[in-house]
C-alpha cells in the first residue's frame, strides 16, 4: 500500500497521507506528496488541492523508523516538500485533525490555508529531544498565533488544542462534522472566491520592545533549562523570526538545529525517546502473543508499597481488592490513599469526582475469599522468604486458574517464589519503585518459568498505569539494585577514606544525580540497607563492605524516619542538615581501623561511583540479565533520579569512551585490591575493540 493516495473530487485534487500509525513524514511519503503536488499542478481541471491525514493524525512528524537511515535525510527531504507546496500554482488547503506535531505542524504552515477538525493536537515537541524545529517552525509559527505564544509552545514543546487558535493566522476555518467534506467545501469558497494563496513567510511580525521581551526569556529559560542547551537556542531562533528577513532566520534555525543534533544532550534525549520504546520489545515474545484479560486486580499489603501500587491500578480506572491481615493496618493504609488524594484535588490536580471514582473501585478485605476473582494479584509483604512462601502457597490455593500472580520483591529469587506454587508459569515479579503511584520504573521480572502471554500481558497492564516497564531476568536484585548496592559500597568506602557524607552527596547532585547515596539512604531507611548487608555477609563473605553505616544503624539512626541519620532532620522537614556528631563517628571508626584520611576531590567521588554502575551494567548485560545496554539506562533514567542529560549510566560511559572508563577501573582495582573493580569481561572487550554499549 503506499503512503499516499491522490483522489479527484471534481475540482479539487485531495492528497491523502496513508503512513500508520500517525502518518510520520518518511521518504515514501514525502515524495509522494510532491508527485501529488506536481499532478494537480499539471491538471488543468484542478483548482485547488486538499492535504489531509486520518481521524487519528494528519501527521506527528518525522517517521522515527527513518532515525538514523540513508532516508532520513534523502531528497525530498521535508524542507523541499515545503518549498514546493509552498511554490504550488494551485492553492494547497491542509485538513488538520488528531495530532499535527512536529514536521507536521510545519508542512501544514507551509501550505495556503489551514482548516481544522475540534480536539486537534497542535505542538512543536522537538525540545523533547534536545533539538528545535528544522523545517522553518521556528520561523513561521510566530508569523501565524504570534510571537509569544509561539515561543512557550517551542520551548515547552506541549500539544494544544486546536480550538485555542481559533480566531489566530494559524487557522482559517474551524470544522465542526466531517473533515473532508468540510475541507472541500472550503476549497469551493477559495476557488470561488479566487483568493490569492497566503504564503505565511510573507507575514510581517510586528512587535514592539522584541530586544527586551527576549533578554527577559533567555533569563527565564535559562534558569529552568539548566543542562539543555535547546530551549536557549528556541529563544534564539524565535528572535530570529523577528529580527531578520526570513530566508536569513531560516539559515540560522537550520544552523541551531544542525549544532544540536550533535550535542550529548540531545544524543542522550534521543536515547531515553527511542529506548522507551525498545525495552517494550522482548525478542522471543512476539508482539501479536495473546494477552490474558486483566479487569480485576487484588493487592497484598497496604503499606507505603501496596498503597502506592493500588493507586496505579485505581488511576487507571480498574477495581481493586486490598488485602490486609488486621483492620487497623488497613484502615491506615486506605486512609493514606484517601490522603494523597486529597492533596492532589488540593493542588487542582484531581477533581472531587475523580477522587470520589477512584476510591468507590477500592474494596479494602481482610479477607482472601475476596480476591478469588481477580485476573492480577500483586504482593507488597515484608521482604523475607517465609513471609513469601505462605502468601504464594495460599494464593495457589484461591486463586482461579490463568490469574496472574505477581512479587513486588526488589532482591528475591523470583523462580524460587514462583516453585512455592503449582503455576510457576502464571509467576512474575513486578517491582514497584517507592513511591508507586509516582515513580515511572516498573521492573518485570521473567522467572525460568513465567509463560510467554504473563510477560505479554504484563507489559500492557504496564502501558495502562503509565509505567517504563523493563525486563530483567533474575538475580540478586534484579537490575537497578543489583548495581546501586555496588554504588552505595563505593560511597561508603570514599567516607571510610576522607570524604564526607554530604560531600559524596553534594558531588554527585552537582553532577546531576537527583539526590546523593546518603541522603538517599537516609529517605528510604538506612534499615533496609543494613538488612540486606546482614544477608550478604554470610551469603557472600568475599564482597567487602564499610563497616560505617553498620555503626549507624546500632545507633538507631535510621534516617528520616527517625528523625537522625546521616544527616539530621527537623520535626515535619525533610531538608537534611549536616550532623557533627556523624562526623565524630566517622573519625573514630577510622582511627579504630587505623585509617589516615586523604583529600577527595568531587572528580574521583563521581567516577567512582558512576564506573561502579557502569562495570556492574555491563556483567548484567553479559549475562542477559538486561536484553539491551539502553534498557539498563531506562531503569536509571525512570527509577534512580540519573541524569537524563547523561543518558543513563551505559550511554554516558559511551560517551566518555569505554577505553577511558576501563582504563579508571583498572586503576581503581589496582588502588583498592577490590575484586569488583576487575574489568568487566564485556567492558573490556568493547573497549579493547573501539565499540560502545549502545
Known amino acids: 500500500m503506499s503512503s499516499s493516495q491522490y483522489q479527484l473530487h471534481g475540482n479539487v485534487a485531495v492528497i491523502t497521507l496513508n503512513n500508520p500509525p500517525v502518518n510520520g513524514l518518511g521518504h515514501e511519503l514525502r515524495s509522494g506528496i510532491v508527485a501529488g503536488i506536481d499532478q494537480a499542478a499539471a491538471d488543468a481541471n484542478v483548482k485547488a488541492v486538499v492535504l489531509i491525514g486520518s481521524a487519528r493524525a494528519f501527521s506527528g512528524g518525522a517517521d522515527i523508523r527513518e532515525f538514523n537511515t540513508p532516508k532520513a535525510l534523502a531528497e525530498p527531504n521535508l524542507n523541499t516538500v515545503i518549498r514546493i507546496v509552498e511554490a504550488s500554482p494551485k492553492p494547497v488547503i491542509a485538513a488538520i485533525g488528531g495530532v499535527c506535531m512536529g514536521g507536521g505542524l510545519e508542512l501544514a504552515l507551509g501550505c495556503h490555508f489551514r482548516v481544522a477538525a475540534p480536539g486537534a493536537q497542535i505542538a512543536l515537541p522537538e525540545v523533547k529531544l534536545g533539538i528545535l524545529p528544522g523545517a522553518g517552525g521556528t520561523q513561521r509559527l510566530p508569523r501565524v498565533i504570534g510571537v509569544e505564544r509561539a515561543l512557550n509552545m517551542i520551548v515547552s514543546g506541549a500539544a494544544v488544542s486546536s480550538e485555542q487558535f481559533k480566531g489566530t493566522a494559524l487557522f482559517d476555518e474551524m470544522v465542526e462534522g466531517d473533515l473532508l467534506q468540510g475541507a472541500l467545501a472550503f476549497a469551493q469558497k477559495v476557488i470561488a472566491e479566487n483568493r490569492p494563496a497566503q504564503r505565511v513567510r510573507d507575514l510581517k511580525i510586528d512587535y514592539p520592545n522584541a530586544e527586551a521581551f527576549f533578554q527577559f526569556a533567555r533569563n527565564t529559560v535559562g534558569a529552568v533549562a539548566k543542562n539543555f542547551p535547546a530551549p536557549l537556542k528556541c529563544v534564539d531562533a524565535v528572535a530570529a523570526a523577528v529580527a531578520r528577513p526570513f530566508e536569513e532566520g531560516l539559515r540560522l534555525e537550520r544552523e541551531f538545529f544542525t549544532y544540536l543534533v550533535q550535542t550529548p544532550e540531545s544524543k542522550a534525549l534521543r536515547h531515553a525517546f527511542f529506548g522507551e520504546r525498545a525495552a517494550a520489545k522482548i525478542p522471543d515474545v512476539p508482539e501479536d502473543t495473546p494477552t490474558r484479560k486483566i479487569e480485576k486486580v487484588g493487592v497484598i499489603g497496604a503499606g507505603t508499597m501496596g498503597g502506592g501500587i493500588t493507586m496505579n491500578f485505581l488511576n487507571a480506572g480498574l477495581p481493586v481488592a486490598l488485602l490486609e491481615m488486621k483492620q487497623e493496618a488497613l484502615d491506615r493504609g486506605v486512609a493514606t490513599i484517601r490522603k494523597n488524594y486529597e492533596n492532589s484535588l488540593k493542588k487542582g490536580?484531581?477533581?472531587?469526582?475523580?477522587?470520589?471514582?477512584?476510591?468507590?473501585?477500592?474494596?479494602?478485605?481482610?479477607?482472601?475469599?475476596?480476591?478469588?476473582?481477580?485476573?492480577?494479584?500483586?504482593?507488597?509483604?515484608?521482604?523475607?522468604?517465609?513471609?513469601?512462601?505462605?502468601?504464594?502457597?495460599?494464593?495457589?490455593?484461591?486463586?482461579?486458574?490463568?490469574?496472574?500472580?505477581?512479587?513486588?520483591?526488589?532482591?528475591?529469587?523470583?523462580?524460587?517464589?514462583?516453585?512455592?506454587?503449582?503455576?510457576?508459569?502464571?509467576?512474575?515479579?513486578?517491582?514497584?519503585?517507592?513511591?508507586?503511584?509516582?515513580?515511572?520504573?516498573?521492573?518485570?521480572?521473567?522467572?525460568?518459568?513465567?509463560?510467554?502471554?504473563?510477560?505479554?500481558?504484563?507489559?500492557?497492564?504496564?502501558?495502562?498505569?503509565?509505567?517504563?516497564?523493563?525486563?530483567?531476568?533474575?538475580?540478586?536484585?534484579?537490575?537497578?539494585?543489583?548495581?546501586?548496592?555496588?554504588?552505595?559500597?563505593?560511597?561508603?568506602?570514599?567516607?571510610?577514606?576522607?570524604?564526607?557524607?554530604?560531600?559524596?552527596?553534594?558531588?554527585?547532585?552537582?553532577?546531576?544525580?537527583?539526590?546523593?547515596?546518603?541522603?538517599?539512604?537516609?529517605?528510604?531507611?538506612?534499615?533496609?540497607?543494613?538488612?540486606?548487608?546482614?544477608?550478604?555477609?554470610?551469603?557472600?563473605?568475599?564482597?567487602?563492605?564499610?563497616?560505617?553505616?553498620?555503626?549507624?544503624?546500632?545507633?538507631?539512626?535510621?534516617?528520616?524516619?527517625?528523625?537522625?541519620?546521616?544527616?539530621?532532620?527537623?520535626?515535619?522537614?525533610?531538608?537534611?542538615?549536616?550532623?557533627?556528631?556523624?562526623?565524630?563517628?566517622?573519625?573514630?571508626?577510622?582511627?579504630?581501623?587505623?585509617?589516615?584520611?586523604?583529600?577527595?576531590?568531587?572528580?574521583?567521588?563521581?567516577?567512582?561511583?558512576?564506573?561502579?554502575?557502569?562495570n556492574e551494567g555491563a556483567r548484567i548485560l553479559e549475562e542477559g540479565i538486561a536484553q539491551r545496554a539502553s534498557d539498563i539506562d531506562m531503569v536509571y533514567l525512570a527509577g534512580y533520579g540519573f541524569p537524563l542529560h547523561r543518558g543513563g549510566p551505559m550511554l554516558y560511559a559511551d560517551t566518555v569512551g569505554l577505553y577511558n572508563v576501563a582504563r579508571a577501573v583498572k586503576r581503581f582495582a589496582a588502588e583498592s585490591g577490590d575484586r569488583f573493580w576487575e574489568p568487566a569481561p564485556l567492558l573490556a572487550k568493547l573497549a579493547a575493540e573501539g565499540k560502545t554499549f549502545n
Open 349 to 614: 490536580k484531581l477533581t472531587r469526582e475523580q477522587l470520589d471514582s477512584r476510591m468507590a473501585l477500592l474494596k479494602p478485605t481482610l479477607s482472601y475469599d475476596d480476591l478469588k476473582d481477580a485476573d492480577l494479584i500483586i504482593e507488597a509483604v515484608f521482604e523475607e522468604m517465609g513471609v513469601k512462601e505462605s502468601v504464594f502457597k495460599k494464593l495457589d490455593e484461591i486463586a482461579k486458574p490463568g490469574a496472574i500472580l505477581a512479587s513486588n520483591t526488589s532482591t528475591l529469587d523470583v523462580n524460587k517464589i514462583a516453585a512455592f506454587t503449582q503455576r510457576p508459569q502464571d509467576v512474575v515479579g513486578m517491582h514497584f519503585f517507592s513511591p508507586a503511584n509516582v515513580m515511572k520504573l516498573l521492573e518485570v521480572v521473567r522467572g525460568a518459568k513465567t509463560a510467554k502471554d504473563v510477560l505479554a500481558t504484563v507489559m500492557q497492564v504496564a502501558k495502562k498505569i503509565k509505567k517504563t516497564a523493563v525486563v530483567s531476568g533474575v538475580c540478586d536484585g534484579f537490575i537497578g539494585n543489583r548495581m546501586i548496592e555496588h554504588y552505595g559500597r563505593m560511597a561508603g568506602f570514599l567516607v571510610e577514606e576522607g570524604a564526607t557524607p554530604w560531600q559524596v552527596d553534594r558531588a554527585l547532585e552537582k553532577w546531576g544525580m537527583a539526590m546523593g547515596p546518603f541522603r538517599m539512604g537516609d529517605l528510604a531507611g538506612n534499615d533496609i540497607g543494613w538488612a540486606i548487608r546482614k544477608r550478604r555477609y554470610v551469603e557472600k563473605p568475599e564482597v567487602k563492605y564499610s563497616r560505617i553505616a553498620d555503626v549507624l544503624c546500632e545507633m538507631g539512626r535510621f534516617g528520616q524516619k527517625t528523625g537522625a541519620g546521616w544527616y539530621l532532620y527537623e520535626a515535619g522537614s525533610r531538608d537534611a542538615i549536616p550532623d557533627p556528631k556523624v562526623e565524630e563517628l566517622i573519625a573514630s571508626y577510622r582511627k579504630e581501623k587505623g585509617i589516615t584520611p586523604r583529600k577527595i576531590s568531587d572528580s574521583e567521588i563521581v567516577e567512582r561511583c558512576i564506573y561502579a554502575l557502569v
